[in-house]
């Protein structure tokens, strides 16, 4: 499950990170939903590590339930108290500050043992989908992050399922293989949650399961977005594929958006039309949200963050 902490780096720092996301690594193995998700204000504080690794689909590779969203996050310090928490799973992209979290990554693992963390880092398919133009991508991934070798290289949300099937895409995955330069493939793909899309998030997933092509998916989770998600975990399971979430907390979502919202109107500018489509689409599911947060009595971020981690967590297809 992808915690996407790096992602508030500006409202979180170090010592939050440290104190807050990893509460929920020692209750991780619990079993029951409601035993999972009560929050008792009384008890002490868990012991803050990993509770549990899991194989991650056919990769075989022994992933810590909790990863890393690494977008935002620029301070090597900070990706190094991730990796001594016990977080062996990084997920970034080329997008992410204009790759400069890539070569944050890079700079982390120095010194480490380069076969005890899987790293997956995304690109968009672009314009130029030619075998060439898609190897140097790749290529240039593996620059900034200082690396021999990408453990998954992942489509980032194509958009459709023709999209997945760009044949230059494959073609130089392929020659990266045989290259010794990229060990597996994936994708990512959370459909219209930012904006409309020409397919939903659950045909293009299921497309990726029938090809066989990939290895490894990176798809939306969470206590509002069950029903679609779990369809999807199932079809990737029969498939052996390994699955990753993101955006596990939906109120998080809304929140950070919202303030976003607020400071430009403060400032004077007006609302861009896809912002207000999306707080709208966010702001729809506040019923759902409210009441995950009655049923278990939740109050704080903190506590909501760590309920929503734990609700992702206690299903076994993750």
């Known amino acids: 499950m992808k915690n996407r902490t790096g992602m508030v780096k500006s409202k979180m720092g ?13 209750a991780a193995g619990l079993t029951g939903k409601d035993k999972l998700l009560k929050v008792s204000r009384q008890e002490e504080p868990p012991q803050k590590r990993i509770k549990e690794y899991r194989t991650l689909g056919r990769t075989g590779f022994k992933c810590s339930d909790i990863s890393f ?16 928490a016990g977080v062996n799973y990084i997920d970034t992209a080329e997008s992410y ?12 693992m120095k010194g480490r043992d380069r076969k005890s963390v899987f790293i997956s880092t995304k690109f968009s398919l672009g314009r ?10 790749a290529l ?41 330069k990229v060990r597996f493939c994936g994708l990512s793909n959370h459909g219209p949650q930012w ?29 509002v977005q069950k029903e679609t998600s779990e369809r999807i975990l199932k079809t990737y399971k029969a498939k052996n594929v390994g699955t990753t979430i993101m955006k596990s907390n939906p109120v998080l979502n809304y929140d950070e958006r ?21 707080l709208a689409r966010l702001e729809a599911r506040s019923d759902l949200m409210e009441g995950f947060k009655t049923k278990y009595n939740l109050s704080t971020f903190d506590e909501i963050r760590s309920a929503a981690i734990r609700f992702v967590i206690s299903n076994p297809d993750v």
Not at 159 to 171: D, N
Request: proline share 2%; with cysteine; aromatic share 6%.
């Open 14 to 26: 170090r010592r939050s990170f440290i104190g807050g996301s990893l509460t929920a690594f020692a």
């Open 69 to 84: 969203g690494s977008s935002g996050v620029t301070d090597s310090a900070f990706m190094k108290a991730v990796l001594d």
């Open 97 to 108: 500050v204009r790759g400069q979290v890539e070569r944050t990554i890079g700079q982390a």
């Open 128 to 137: 130029d989908r030619s075998k060439r133009a898609l190897k140097d991508k």
């Open 140 to 180: 240039k991934c593996l620059e900034r992050l200082q690396m021999d070798y990408i453990d998954c290289l992942m489509i980032h949300m194509p958009s459709t399922v023709e999209a997945l099937k760009t044949e230059g895409f494959h073609a130089a995955v392929k020659e990266l293989k045989a290259e010794g």
């Open 195 to 223: 904006g409309d899309v020409p397919e939903t998030m659950e045909k293009v997933h299921g497309a990726a399961a029938e090809d066989g092509r990939f290895d490894v998916a990176l798809l939306v989770y969470n206590f």
């Open 258 to 278: 919202k303030v976003e919202a607020d400071q430009l109107v403060e400032s004077g500018q007006e609302l861009p039309q896809r912002t207000k489509d999306l």
